[in-house]
T-cell receptor
Framework: GAVVSQHPSWVICKSGTSVKIECRSL??????MFWYRQFPKQSLMLMAT?????????EQGVEKDKFLINHASLTLSTLTVTSAHPEDSSFYIC??????????FGPGTRLTVL | GQQLNQSPQSMFIQEGEDVSMNCTSS?????WLWYKQDPGEGPVLLIA?????ELTSNGRLTAQFGITRKDSFLNISASIPSDVGIYFC????????????FGKGTRLHILP
C-alpha cells in the first residue's frame, strides 16, 4: 500500500520558536494532502487542506499565519508552527492519497512546547 | 456541521470475545471508513464502504454500510491482544469538496 512519512516523529521546543513538520508521500504523488491535529484521547481534527502549487485551505478557527503550509512538490507538504506556545502541543498527523476516500496517514509528529 | 456519534467510547473485553461498535449521524454519507490507531501512530485504514447495505470483511473484521446511509458498524470476531487500540469511524459526503469527518473513537481494551 501507499506509504506516507512524517519528520520529525517528535520534537520538543521552547515557547516562541517555530517548528517545521514534513509530510512525504513515498511511492505516489499527491496533489492534495491533509493536516490534522489530535489532542490526547480526542479524535482527529482537520486543520487544513494542502494543495500542490497553490494556497492551502484552512478550516474555520485555524490561524493561517500561525500554521504555515507549503506544498511545493507532489510528494512533500510542510507544516510550520510559528511562535509555538504550550497550547500548540499536540499530535500532528498528515494524510495523502490518490482519491478522496483512500487517505493514507503518516505516523504523526508529537510536538511538545515548553 | 456534520457530526458522527461513535459508540461505545471504550470497551473492556476478554480475549476471544467478539466486539461490536457503531457510528451514527444525522447526515447522509456516501462513503464510510473504519480506521485503527495504535498509540503514537497514525490511523490505518481497515475497511472502506461505498454502497448502502454493503457488508465487507477484512479477516476477522466485518463492517456494514447502513441502508439509510446514516450509520455503520464494525465487528471484530475472536479478539486477540493486538486488536487493542482506538478505532475510528469516518464518513465522506458525495460532494467533491467534502472532507472526511471522524468519529471520536472507540478505545478497545483486552483484559488478560
Amino acid at each position: 500500500g501507499a506509504v506516507v512519512s512524517q519528520h520529525p516523529s517528535w520534537v520538543i521546543c521552547k515557547s516562541g520558536t517555530s517548528v517545521k513538520i514534513e509530510c512525504r508521500s513515498l511511492d505516489f504523488q499527491a496533489t492534495t494532502m491533509f493536516w490534522y491535529r489530535q489532542f490526547p484521547k480526542q479524535s482527529l481534527m482537520l486543520m487544513a487542506t494542502s494543495n500542490e502549487g497553490s494556497k492551502a485551505t484552512y478550516e474555520q478557527g485555524v490561524e493561517k499565519d500561525k500554521f504555515l503550509i507549503n506544498h511545493a512538490s507532489l510528494t512533500l507538504s510542510t507544516l510550520t508552527v510559528t511562535s509555538a506556545h504550550p497550547e500548540d502541543s499536540s499530535f500532528y498527523i498528515c494524510s495523502a492519497g490518490g482519491t478522496r476516500d483512500t487517505q493514507y496517514f503518516g505516523p504523526g509528529t508529537r510536538l511538545t512546547v515548553l | 456541521g456534520q457530526q458522527l456519534n461513535q459508540s461505545p467510547q471504550s470497551m473492556f473485553i476478554q480475549e476471544g470475545e467478539d466486539v461490536s461498535m457503531n457510528c451514527t449521524s444525522s447526515s447522509i454519507f456516501n462513503t464510510w471508513l473504519w480506521y485503527k490507531q495504535d498509540p503514537g501512530e497514525g490511523p490505518v485504514l481497515l475497511i472502506a464502504l461505498y454502497k448502502a447495505g454493503e457488508l465487507t470483511s477484512n479477516g476477522r473484521l466485518t463492517a456494514q454500510f447502513g441502508i439509510t446511509r446514516k450509520d455503520s458498524f464494525l465487528n471484530i470476531s475472536a479478539s486477540i491482544p493486538s486488536d487493542v487500540g482506538i478505532y475510528f469511524c469516518a464518513g465522506l459526503g458525495g460532494s467533491r469538496d467534502d472532507k472526511i469527518i471522524f468519529g471520536k473513537g472507540t478505545r478497545l481494551h483486552i483484559l488478560p
